[in-house]
């Protein structure tokens, strides 16, 4: 069993997955496994994937017809192998040491769900946050904060900054054809944690494009 399965979907975002793969390549902890959804795309995005995995076993590709992102996401949970569960889209990439950190992070304080910040890239402008400050809670009402309230930088509310324990996630599901899919999700994946911690400092960059 990998230490982690990192689950990222993409619809034709071939142009795009270059800089996820490098970032992911560097990963310090070598032991994942990184599910590329591709959700029945028409461009060259399903090619690239597959010689992104002839090059590397750690990766698998899963080729479906078009469900949208949460379809995407719920077949790689599906599958998933890990003991604790990341998302990563297409589009971003992370730091070179994030799952690594997250994962001890998670082992030391017995954590059910870690988080770390969010640096937004616009332009090629990085705009970062760190605090070197950590929080662990069992307080619901306190992870319930830390989720929904936007403070600290980045967007606390998406699954991409996080890792989770797969057993967190057992019997979860994204909602079809919701927007805002990650905030029905975190509903759900809080009344399952009993243990949250935090780390603020950006170790996830989401990248926002002029188009």
């Known amino acids: ?5 990192i689950i990222t979907p ?4 071939a142009e795009l997955l270059k800089n996820l793969y490098q970032s992911l390549e560097q990963q310090n902890n070598k ?4 599910l590329i959804v591709d959700d029945g795309s028409t461009d060259s995005c399903g090619k690239i994937c597959d010689e992104y995995a002839k090059k590397d076993n750690r990766i698998k590709v899963i ?5 949208g992102l949460s379809d995407a996401r719920n077949k790689g ?21 994030m799952y690594e950190t997250l994962y001890k992070f998670s082992v030391k304080n017995s954590l059910d769900v870690a988080m770390c910040n969010v640096s937004t890239v616009l332009n090629d402008r990085i705009i970062e946050y760190k605090y070197n400050s950590e929080l662990v ?10 989720v929904f309230v936007h403070k600290g930088g980045g967007i606390a509310i998406s699954v991409c900054n996080k890792l989770f ?5 057992k019997n979860l599901y994204f909602e079809y054809g919701k927007t805002s899919e990650d905030l029905f999700f975190a509903l759900k994946w809080i009344n399952n944690t009993e243990r949250f911690g935090r780390i603020f400092i950006s170790k996830y960059f989401y990248v926002q494009r002029r188009n």
């Open 1 to 5: 069993m990998k230490t982690v399965t």
């Open 10 to 13: 993409t619809y034709n975002r």
């Open 31 to 34: 032991d994942f496994e990184w």
């Open 63 to 67: 080729h479906k017809i078009n469900g």
């Open 77 to 97: 949970m599906e599958i998933a192998k890990g003991k604790y569960i990341g998302f990563v889209d297409g589009d971003d990439y992370v730091a070179s040491d």
């Open 137 to 146: 809670t069992d307080d619901k009402d306190r992870i319930i904060e830390e």
């Open 165 to 169: 324990k797969s057993i967190t996630l």
